[in-house]
């Protein structure tokens, strides 16, 4: 049988290939080698459009408030997609008692998405509360289960976001003009998560959660999470992941996997967004 791909055995001999299948070809080869761990796929044109986009920002003359009241000018489409998918999982869990766990708060999108959508859509929901761990040091281990022929290269330190200062002042913020903001909402807690879950159970044994977002990304940190959350959750409540079936990151999928055994989940996806999985516990 030929080894030819499709686009090569349709493509007549002595003529060139059209400039769209050419790209397709060369992605393909290029899949051999390792996806940086932030930002990996991006193609030349999305690496560049951060940048494009600054300089139209620092460009225009209006104040800072002016140019934040209109943030789609500037926000790239993929993180005006993320905030959808989070704004779809959030209402799933509206009628469901309980709080937000995100595991993995990295520079805080998630974390201060939660808040701020409590605030729009639930004010006057005293006990939700929003629950963020993260090391804010980057990746403290990487295990066995981590390794593959992709992520050979994901190491110790990776993924580091030293924002907890700023992200504690940020809520501070969000609670001066936030409705009953004089009673706490969100906490975040740092360290490593494989010793800081049990740790925080034991000095909150009241919880009980309606949305489980994990983006850990690792094994360790996810197996701990779905072991301690998961008993926590009644029917209906949602978890979710954000790097399922992603060969650079498979110790979520295993860890998902163990779990899945003993608890099986449907997982679905919204069709907007590749890559957070999520089920809706029965």
């Known amino acids: 049988m030929s080894r030819e791909s499709p686009t090569q055995a349709a493509q007549p001999h002595g003529q060139e290939r059209p400039k769209h299948i050419r790209r397709l070809h060369f992605q393909h080869r290029m899949t ?51 905030f959808l998918a989070l704004y779809e999982l959030f209402k799933l869990c509206l009628p469901v008692k309980g709080s937000v766990i ?11 998405t ?37 992520s050979m290269h994901v190491k110790t330190g990776d993924l580091k976001a030293d924002v907890f200062d700023e992200l504690t002042a940020l809520v501070d913020v969000q609670d001066s003009t936030r409705f009953l903001g004089h009673v706490p909402k969100a906490k975040l807690i740092r360290g490593d998560a494989t010793a800081t879950i049990p740790q925080f159970l034991n000095e909150h044994p009241h919880v009980v959660v309606s949305l489980l977002f994990l983006d850990f990304d690792l094994y360790e940190p996810t197996h701990v999470a ?44 919204f069709a907007f967004d590749p890559y957070i999985g999520y089920a809706v516990l029965d």
Request: aromatic letters at 10%.
């Open 102 to 112: 995100e595991c993995g708060v990295n520079h805080g999108f998630g974390f201060m």
């Open 226 to 269: 779905l072991t301690h959350f998961l008993p926590r959750m009644p029917k209906g409540a949602v978890v979710a992941f954000d790097e399922l079936d992603n060969p650079l990151w498979p110790g979520e999928t295993l860890a998902m996997l163990e779990h899945h055994a003993k608890r099986p989940m449907r997982l679905e996806r």
């Open 32 to 82: 051999d080698k390792p996806t940086a761990v932030a930002a990996g796929l991006r193609s030349e044109a999305e690496q560049l459009e951060p940048r494009r986009v600054q300089e139209l920002f620092e460009k225009n003359p209006s104040p800072w408030a002016t140019k934040m009241e209109n943030f789609p000018k500037y926000a790239r489409r993929q993180n005006l997609t993320r």
């Open 114 to 150: 939660w808040l701020k959508l409590c605030a729009i859509l639930e004010p006057v929901n005293l006990t939700r509360r929003i629950y963020g761990f993260d090391t804010f040091e980057g990746f403290p281990d990487v295990a066995e289960q981590d390794r593959s022929t992709a």
